[in-house]
């Protein structure tokens, strides 16, 4: 754009022929005329009026076209940001023998069988349920004395306890208990105890007719207090689980109402 401002303007300078003889007409009138009057106004001659327009028309194409250029061009956009670059997101590969986190090894054990358990642990409820079912010792009341007969838990196929229970509800002046042990085998006395005074009570332990007797007798002026007392019998037998349906016991009491017999049988171990 600039090299054609020039190129034209060289043009109109080389196509320019000055008028000498109007521009010596202009200074002699100029010489000639009075020292003093009005000014008249100054007219730009022809070549130097050409120039001026000439390089007004080159300012104005100048500036048209660097304006132009600015429009057609405009602001140059600022850098679109560039989206970071996220890689595709993959799944570790399981190394062997690693178990995926949705799934966990069945860690479900076989049900033992029925009638089974542990060792150390308690039997389960089916498995006690195979003993047999008490038929004999059952509580027996008789006014103010009752009694209860069953061996003892903790007793074994060598050796076993037999149990008698006797609640009172009124003092007793006069007292004997008996308990008879049938002779199944090697049945022999290890021992008795009972929970009211030892002093109180003479205690014998005999056999006969193949019965194995213990008995304890309340000594004269002594009395038993109301309350839950026990009496125990300790004995070994012939190896195996315990038979009770021969063994019986044998309650007599005397209390302020009269006497009071009570007669009963021993449960199998619970």
Do not use: C
């Not at 090299?3 to 007409?25: K, Q, T």
């Not at 050796?159 to 308990?179: C, F, R």
């Amino acid at each position: 754009m600039n090299e054609e401002i020039s190129r034209r303007l060289r043009e109109a300078a080389e196509e320019h022929r000055p008028d000498r003889a109007r521009i010596v007409a202009r200074l002699e009138q100029r010489t000639v005329a009075p020292a003093v009057g009005h000014r008249r106004p100054f007219i730009a001659l022809p070549g130097r009026r050409a120039a001026l327009a000439a390089f007004a028309t080159a300012g104005i194409l100048a500036t048209g076209g660097l304006a132009v250029a600015n429009i057609v061009a405009g602001p140059a956009p600022p850098p679109r940001p560039t989206a970071p670059v996220v890689p595709p997101a993959t799944s570790p590969t399981p190394s062997p023998g690693s178990h995926p986190s949705s799934t966990a090894p069945s860690s479900a054990s076989p049900a033992p069988s029925l009638g089974s358990s542990a060792p150390g642990t308690a039997p389960s409820a089916s498995a006690s349920s195979s003993r047999p079912t008490p038929q004999a010792g059952g509580r027996v009341r008789n006014g103010p004395v009752w009694s209860e007969g069953a061996l003892d838990g903790h007793s074994t196929i060598y050796w076993a306890q037999s149990n008698l229970v006797l609640g009172v509800t009124q003092p007793l002046t006069s007292l004997t208990v008996e308990m008879r042990v049938a002779q199944t085998g090697a049945v022999r006395n290890t021992g008795n105890w009972r929970t009211l005074p030892a002093d109180d009570f003479d205690v014998t332990v005999q056999e006969s007719e193949g019965v194995l007797v213990y008995r304890w007798v309340l000594k004269p002026g002594r009395t038993v207090p109301p309350g839950q007392h026990e009496f125990a019998s300790q004995y070994n037998h012939a190896t195996g689980v315990r038979v009770t349906s021969g063994d019986t016991y044998r309650v007599d009491a005397q209390a302020s109402g009269g006497a009071f017999a009570l007669r009963g049988t021993f449960a199998p171990a619970r």
